[in-house]
T-cell receptor, first 114, second 114 residues
C-alpha cells in the first residue's frame, strides 16, 4: 500500500510569512495529489489538487508543486493569515483504481501568529 | 463546489444502543464513499470503503458486525454503530468520490456514548 509522510508535523509562522509543507509518497502509480485543510471539529476541506500531468498549480495564495520522479509534492501558502491556522493533510491517490483507498499523511499543524 | 453532507453532526447515545450516521453527496453521484474515524490530534483512520450496491470493504481491525455500512444509492451511505460503548466515542467522517475521482469530505459527526 501507499506510504505517505508529511514534513514538518508542526509549523509556526508569523503572519505574512510563507509556509511550505512537503509530502512524500511511495506508490509511483499515484496520479492525483490533493491537499486538505482541517479546522478544529470539522471535516477536511479540499483546498487545492494537482494531477500527474502538471508540475505546478496556483490558486491565489495557495500553490502545489509536484515532482513525480522524486515522488513528492508540496503545499505553499504565501502571505499567511491567522485563518490559515489548521491541520493540513496530503492524500496521494491512484484515481484510476475504483477500489483504491485514500492514505492520509500524518498531518501538519500550522499555526499563524498574528 | 461539490458538497457532502453528514447527519447528525453530533449525537449522544446510551451504552448498548445503536446509532446511525448518514452521508449524502448533494450535487453529484458517488459510486464510492469512504468512512473514517479520527481521534483527537490524530490523522484520519480509514474504516471501510463503500461501493454502491455491494458490500463494504473493511480495513483490518475494524469489526464489520459492529460498524455496519450500507451504500444503497449513488448519493447515500450510512454507518451504523451497533451496541455502542464509550470506547466508540469518536469523530466519524465520510468522504465521497465524484466521477472525476475528486474526493470530498463531509463535515464529520461527533459520537459520544455515555
Amino acid at each position: 500500500g501507499e506510504n505517505v509522510e508529511q514534513h514538518p508535523s508542526t509549523l509556526s509562522v508569523q503572519e505574512g510569512d510563507s509556509a511550505v509543507i512537503k509530502c512524500t509518497y511511495s506508490d509511483s502509480a499515484s496520479n492525483y495529489f490533493p491537499w486538505y485543510k482541517q479546522e478544529l471539529g470539522k471535516g477536511p476541506q479540499l483546498i487545492i489538487d494537482i494531477r500527474s500531468n502538471v508540475g505546478e498549480k496556483k490558486d491565489q495564495r495557495i500553490a502545489v508543486t509536484l515532482n513525480k520522479t522524486a515522488k513528492h509534492f508540496s503545499l505553499h501558502i504565501t502571505e499567511t493569515q491567522p485563518e490559515d491556522s489548521a491541520v493540513y493533510f496530503c492524500v496521494p491517490f491512484h484515481g484510476g483504481a475504483a477500489g483504491n483507498k485514500l492514505t492520509f499523511g500524518g498531518g501538519t499543524r500550522v499555526l499563524v501568529k498574528p | 463546489g461539490a458538497v457532502v453532507s453528514q447527519h447528525p453532526s453530533w449525537v449522544i447515545c446510551k451504552s448498548g444502543t445503536s446509532v446511525k450516521i448518514e452521508c449524502r453527496s448533494l450535487d453529484f453521484q458517488a459510486t464510492t464513499m469512504f468512512w473514517y474515524r479520527q481521534f483527537p490530534k490524530q490523522s484520519l483512520m480509514l474504516m471501510a470503503t463503500s461501493n454502491e450496491g455491494s458490500k463494504a470493504t473493511y480495513e483490518q481491525g475494524v469489526e464489520k458486525d459492529k460498524f455496519l455500512i450500507n451504500h444503497a444509492s449513488l448519493t447515500l451511505s450510512t454507518l451504523t454503530v451497533t451496541s455502542a460503548h464509550p470506547e466508540d466515542s469518536s469523530f466519524y467522517i465520510c468522504s465521497a468520490r465524484d466521477s472525476g475521482n475528486t474526493i470530498y469530505f463531509g463535515e464529520g459527526s461527533w459520537l459520544t456514548v455515555v
